[in-house]
């Protein structure tokens, strides 16, 4: 039995040559399986790129490039456009050469809840279902002025600087609602008095009625309801056997009620009338110019042909006052500049501009700017160079724009009740001089009452409005926190054109051509040439001759001596 176990294991094993046939037979499979295993590997790579290389694979692999792109720089967009709107990022300055055509560009972005509250104010939407125009605070706040003349230069003068305006559709829609809220003063009525008396020596008319000293002080105590002088005491109604008085159809016509007006004055002829610019359709429609004259500017408007029987001038609808309550020309057109609220009592808004300028900018744009944007009722620019009364009043006297004593008077009467020179201290208060020739409004009471009190100045004491303007500013605003909105001389200069009075501009007028000698006065250089010349202009046969003919030079040759060129 072990034989039988062992027999069978010896063989098993078998013999010698049996034993290395199968070893060479172990030794080629292994070597062939390893190098079928080395070509393999190497045989993969170039598969693989096969494979990579195929139409298909390579679309995918660009999908899913240009997706991951897209993903990251939607990231980066969204990251940054939380800080810019429109392309313009908040901060930055944006200098506009058309701000109209830049400001367009925002007109579909959607304001952001808390930063640009604002806009849903001004323009009555809500931020998730109307599309508004932006608020003036995505540009026009950070809008970059020109820089100012290096220092050594020498001074340009005046210039007019760039504004930053909506354009008239938003503008239009950025009119506030309701009226401004009057501070403390809610009403405000106006002193009748059909004999008025003169009880002081000095300033005062009868026009405005001659209010005392007391009067005066009385209506700077601002309450909820007050009565003061305001001009045109002795008629029922402005306009009416008052002094400065209008044809009773014009009156009708101008108690009508109006959101914006236009208003304008030249007296004493002492202007030419400027057409507007710039004008929107909207405007044409809605907002009406006048322009008050007396009859002698209105003579000569007829005489030469300017005005007919319609009463207009292109946009400007002219209302002659007769019976003028001033000899002076100038204290006249006080009376339309400072009591417009009284002329026009059902009217929101006013632009007042002087008879020598034109406006060249939309109403509503300047209205928005000036007025609407800065949440103001009052908007005045400041003078361009002048910032204080005193100095003021100097100018005023080395010019001859009215007496000096009554100019020393005026000053002095402020200054004892406290008038003070301009400096730093005042800001924000950017100037005590006004450059008066623009009034931008809103009639509310209590912007009606600076209007009466500043008019009420003026009627005491000299003409010169400039003058009397910081102190009745400062007595109301000691009173209420109401104040006026001052803008820089340089923005005023960009909506209206300035241009020079009427004897300026006469004296100003071009010389008369010189007079041309006719050649036909002059004697004859050679008969050849005059013949040959004959029936051309003498001017250009001149020019022939002087350019060196030959047959000329040959001509006067025998001439030289007794004749000269």
């Not at 004493?268 to 400027?274: F, L, R, S, V």
Request: proline fraction near 7%.
């Amino acid at each position: 039995m072990n034989g039988g176990s062992f027999g069978s294991r010896t063989g098993s094993y078998g013999s010698l040559s049996q034993f290395k046939k199968s070893a060479s037979l172990v030794r080629k499979s292994y070597s062939k399986t390893s190098l079928s295993g080395t070509r393999e590997k190497e045989r993969s790579l170039p598969r693989m790129f096969r494979y990579l290389c195929h139409k298909r694979v390579a679309m995918l692999l660009l999908v899913s490039l240009a997706l991951l792109l897209f993903v990251f720089g939607s990231y980066t967009v969204s990251k940054e456009s939380s800080q810019s709107i429109g392309g313009l990022t908040f901060g930055d300055k944006v200098p506009l050469s058309n701000p109209s055509s830049l400001i367009s560009h925002g007109a579909e972005i959607k304001p952001s809840i808390q930063r640009h509250k604002r806009v849903e104010n001004s323009f009555h939407a809500t931020p998730s279902t109307a599309i508004v125009a932006p608020s003036l605070s995505h540009y026009c706040d950070n809008f970059a002025k020109p820089p100012p003349p290096p220092n050594g230069a020498r001074r340009p003068g005046p210039r007019p600087c760039e504004v930053c305006y909506l354009p008239v559709e938003q503008a239009i829609a950025s009119k506030p609602s309701s009226p401004s809220v009057s501070p403390v003063l809610r009403n405000l009525t106006y002193i009748v008095d059909e004999k008025p008396l003169k009880p002081e020596s000095h300033g005062g008319s009868n026009f405005g009625g001659y209010p005392s000293l007391k009067q005066r002080n009385d209506s700077f105590d601002i309450k909820e309801s007050m009565t003061l002088h305001c001009g045109f005491v002795k008629g029922s109604k402005p306009g009416h056997k008052t002094g400065f008085d209008i044809d009773e159809a014009k009156l009708v016509e101008l108690e009508q009620f109006h959101e914006v007006i236009v208003a304008s004055a030249i007296f004493g002829n002492y202007d030419i009338i400027q057409q507007p610019k710039n004008i929107s359709k909207a405007v044409r429609k809605n907002i009406p110019f006048y322009m008050f004259i007396d009859e002698e500017t209105e003579a000569d408007m007829k005489n030469s042909s300017a005005l007919d029987n319609s009463m207009r001038v292109g946009l400007w609808r002219i209302i002659v006052v007769r019976n003028l309550p001033y000899a002076d020309a100038r204290r006249n057109g006080k009376v339309p500049k400072l009591l417009l609220h009284r002329i026009f009592p059902n009217v929101r808004f006013s632009i007042w501009i002087d008879g020598k300028l034109q406006l060249a900018v939309d109403p509503y744009q300047v209205l928005e700017r000036f007025l609407w944007r800065q949440h103001a009722t009052f908007a005045i620019s400041n003078h361009y160079i002048r910032h204080d009364v005193f100095e003021e009043a100097e100018a005023n006297k080395a010019a001859g724009k009215y007496e000096n004593s009554s100019i020393d008077y005026q000053i002095d009467f402020y200054k004892k009740e406290g008038l003070t020179p301009y400096s730093e201290a005042k800001r924000p208060i950017l100037s005590d001089v006004p450059e008066g020739c623009t009034l931008i409004r809103e009639h509310t009471p209590i912007t009606n009452l600076f209007s009466c009190q500043w008019f009420n100045e003026v009627d005491r004491f000299t003409s010169r409005d400039q003058l009397s303007f910081s102190t009745v500013r400062d007595k109301i605003m000691a009173k209420t926190n109401w104040s006026v909105y001052m803008f820089a001389d340089c923005e005023r200069r960009n909506f209206v054109i300035q241009t020079y009075h009427r004897d300026l501009l006469e004296q100003m007028s071009p010389p008369p051509p010189p007079k041309v000698h006719s050649l036909r006065n002059t004697p004859p250089l050679a008969s050849s040439s005059a013949g040959r010349s004959s029936g051309k202009n003498p001017a250009r046969r001149t020019k022939v001759k002087r350019s060196g003919s030959r047959r000329h030079r040959k001509a006067s040759a025998g001439n030289r001596d007794s004749s000269s060129f």
